[in-house]
Structures are given as C-alpha cells and as structure tokens.
C-alpha cells in the first residue's frame, strides 16, 4: 500500500489511524488536521461539553503520546491540492506528502444562513470545538436565545441553554422537529418535553431576518411577521459535506464523495469515509450519505481492514443517539420509506419507542428511554432480523427470544 495519508481528524480519519495501526499496518500514516486541537469527540459539543465545566481534554481521543507511541503523524495544517497523478497531496503550509493511499475524512461543515445580519458576531454555529467553547463562555442565565433549526443540534443546544436559565425560541420552517430523521410519535414527544421545559417552538416558519442596532442583535422577523426580541442566534440548519477537495482533484462528487461499496473512489488509491462520503449501500440498496459516528468509526474500520488485506463490502447498520435535556434519543436502522409505526412501551411515562415497518418488514426502532429496545434493534437488525408487528406491540412478548 505505501503510505496513507487521512486528509481530516476528525471521527472518521482518528479511527482509521488507530484501527491501522491495531491491525499491525506498519508503513507511514499521516493524519492531516485544520483544527487546532487533538483530535476529539463531537457528539459532546452540543451536550455536555456545553453544560458542563471540563476543558478540551475531556474531549479527547487519545492523549498526545498516543501518536508519538503509534508513529501517527498528526499534521497541523490543511490539505490544499491532491495530484493524483504524481500522488502527492500539497498542503497549505507549502509543504508536500507523497502517498500510496490517499483517505478522505474531510467531513462536512455548517450550511450557513444567507439573510439580512447574518454575519454579526451574535450568529453563532456549533460544529467545532472552538464554537462550542466560545458559546459555552457566551451564554448566562436570563439572555434570550432565538435557535433556528429543530434538528438534532438545535434542539441540543436548546435544551442545554433552557436548562442553564436562557429565555429560548426555537424557529423550525417544517411542521414538526426532527422531521427529516425520526417519525412524528417522536417529534411530538420531543416537542411537548421542550415545550414542558419553557422552550417556545415555532413551527412552519422561516426567519427571515436577524434585527441589530448598531451591531448588535436585538431580534428575529419570521416569515409569518411575528418579531422575536433576541440577544443571541445559535444557528442549526444542516450540513454541506466537503467534497471540493475531491472534486478539484477530479474525482466524481454529488451530495458526497462518490464511493463504491468498498469505500473507494474512482481511483483505485483513493478511499472516502465518514460525513463526506456518499457511499453504495448493499443493504439498502442506493447510495446513502450519514452523519453519525457510527458511520464514521464503521467506515474507518472497513478501510482499515481494506489496506491491510481484508477486503469486506461496507455493511454497517447505521444507528444514532441525541440527548435532550433529560431524554436520550436512540435510533437503530434507517426508518426511510416507512408505512407503519407501532409502539411499544409507555408514551405517557416517557419511555417508549417506535418500531417502523414497511410491510411487514422492520426497517428500524426510534427509541426515547428505552436503551433495551435500542440495543435490540442493533443486534436485531444487524443479523438482518425482524419481528412481527403484533410481536412489537405485545408488552409480553420477549423481544430476546428473537434474537437466539
Ligand atoms: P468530522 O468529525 O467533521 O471531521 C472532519 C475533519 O476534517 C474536521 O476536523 C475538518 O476540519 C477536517 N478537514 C476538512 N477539510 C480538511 C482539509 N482540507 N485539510 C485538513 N483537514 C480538513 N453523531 C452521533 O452519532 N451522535 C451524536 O449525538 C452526535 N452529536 C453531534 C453533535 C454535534 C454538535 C455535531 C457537530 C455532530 C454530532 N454528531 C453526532 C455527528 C458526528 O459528530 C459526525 O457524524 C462525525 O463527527 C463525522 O466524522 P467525520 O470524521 O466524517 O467528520
């Protein structure tokens, strides 16, 4: 293979450093990293990380001599051109890194707003370590927070701030939360713990301008002509992978650095994982593009077993987690196409979860507290396993029984 070099440290390009090296590849591995950190967790960046007191280390992979006692190269700086010809990856300090495998881990970086004062300093983001911290030291009991986005991370950091005593709004241009990712039994639940919490939820609704005096933000106008006083927008609308390095480079790009089931680009020393990878799906049949870290780590270790001689199509069975104030979200499978929801355990008691049939067919469990439930449908569905609907609705049937 020659070297590898990991354009990106974040999820996807640690694992694949480290999974390398614990599979005894023993040639030079260079993980490229903008950020100017260890490479860390971000999960923890819109929860506990924002509620709590811990420094950056908490966060953390990996201390420093993990690197130095692995022999990964962890380079501060950012990858600026790829030659796929000479096989040399130009980086933006001037220099130049010759490789035989070359992985993009570049992940994907916040879709910014585009209305009237969206660049004033009170327009924050939460995807990276310094916007966390920076909002961490940001925010105080009683300043009004207007979120735009019930996503995943909206809603997160909607809940760690209503906590932390912040007056908060929550804008949502879709008729209900988490619309594009979990089924309305959810979003529902979701909506009336946010809403039991003090948090307002605007639905169906777009912002259509930050207000400022001299500067500084004073509010929000809605698209339905309602005003919303504000001193702070944290912004949550989604994601644009980063793929312009791979498309500079030649390679084919969509929604995502285009990979085969394997995980590999057009050319053959070229490989893509994590958030920018826009990879073939055996087991569901299409390309599918996730963001998670379960995809990322997933991803990471199918390629690390790739280069060191064990070639596998990609079949990881995608699950998630959020954690909302004091619910935790977990998701096992991809629910898409779905046309039938049963529930099993206790709405009214805040546990409960969401088995989602096509047919007969479980495509995926939407659990809220019940992490029994959720670590079923992992098992479950990763042996490519289902059970009746009647089965998922029946409090007595054993769901263990199905998995012997
Ligand atoms: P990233 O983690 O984005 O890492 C990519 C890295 O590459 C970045 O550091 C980037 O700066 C760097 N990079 C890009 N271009 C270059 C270049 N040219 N040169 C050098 N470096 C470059 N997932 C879950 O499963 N559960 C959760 O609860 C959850 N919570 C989240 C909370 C927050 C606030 C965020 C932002 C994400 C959350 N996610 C969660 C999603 C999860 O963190 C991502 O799916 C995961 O980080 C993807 O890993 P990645 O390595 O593909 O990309």
């Known amino acids: 293979t020659g070297s590898v070099i990991i354009v990106g440290a974040g999820h996807a390009g640690f694992q694949l450093a480290a999974s390398l090296r614990q599979a005894g590849f023993a040639e030079r591995i260079a993980l490229i990293n903008d950020e100017g950190h260890l490479p860390y967790q971000r999960p923890p960046l819109s929860k506990a990380y924002l509620k709590g007191t811990g420094g950056p280390e908490t ?6 001599k993990f690197y130095q006692d692995n022999e990964i190269e962890l380079i501060t700086d950012r990858a600026h051109a790829i030659d796929r010809n000479a096989r040399k990856v130009a980086l933006a300090s001037g220099a130049s890194l010759d490789y035989g495998h070359l992985v993009f881990a570049t992940g994907a970086r916040n879709r910014l707003l585009d209305i009237p004062n969206a660049r004033l300093d009170a327009v924050r983001y939460l995807r990276i370590l310094d916007e966390s911290q920076a909002l961490r030291d940001l ?5 009004r927070v207007v979120v735009i986005g019930a996503g995943f991370i909206g809603l997160e950091f909607a809940a760690t701030a209503r906590a932390k005593g912040l007056e908060v709004d929550v804008v949502e241009l879709a008729s209900r939360v ?17 809403s039991a919490a003090g948090i307002r939820i605007h639905l169906g609704v777009q912002v259509t301008a930050i207000e400022a005096d001299g500067g500084k ?14 001193d702070l927008v944290v912004v949550g609308v989604g994601v644009l992978p980063n793929v312009e390095l791979a ?16 995980l590999l680009t057009a050319d053959p020393n070229v490989s893509a994982i994590g958030d920018c990878a826009l990879y ?11 963001e998670s870290v379960q995809n990322a780590t997933d991803h990471a270790r199918c390629v690390a077993s790739r280069l060191t001689g ?39 008691q805040g546990a409960f979860s969401a088995f989602c049939y096509r047919g007969d067919k479980l495509l995926g469990i939407e659990s809220v507290n019940r992490a029994g439930d959720h670590m079923f449908g992992r098992r479950l569905l990763g042996a490519g396993g289902s059970i009746t609907p009647e089965q998922a609705a029946d409090a007595s049937f054993d769901l263990k029984s199905a998995l012997s």
């Open 59 to 64: 966060l953390m992979f990996r201390p420093d």
């Open 280 to 290: 073939t799906s055996k087991r569901f049949g299409g390309s599918l593009r996730l």
């Open 178 to 194: 988490m619309a594009r990712a979990v089924t309305a039994e959810i979003s529902e639940f979701s909506q009336s713990r946010h």
């Open 139 to 143: 925010i105080a009991p009683g300043m």
């Open 310 to 348: 064990k070639t596998e199509v990609y079949d990881g069975l995608p699950w998630f987690w959020s954690d909302q104030g004091p619910d935790k979200l977990q998701m096992a499978g991809l629910t898409t196409g779905y046309d039938r929801v049963v529930v099993r355990g206790d709405r009214a």
């Open 217 to 230: 933000v004073t509010g929000v106008s809605l698209s339905n002509g309602t005003h919303i006083p504000a």
């Open 247 to 262: 498309a500079e480079a030649g390679l084919p790009v969509a929604s995502g650095i285009i990979v085969d089931e394997h």
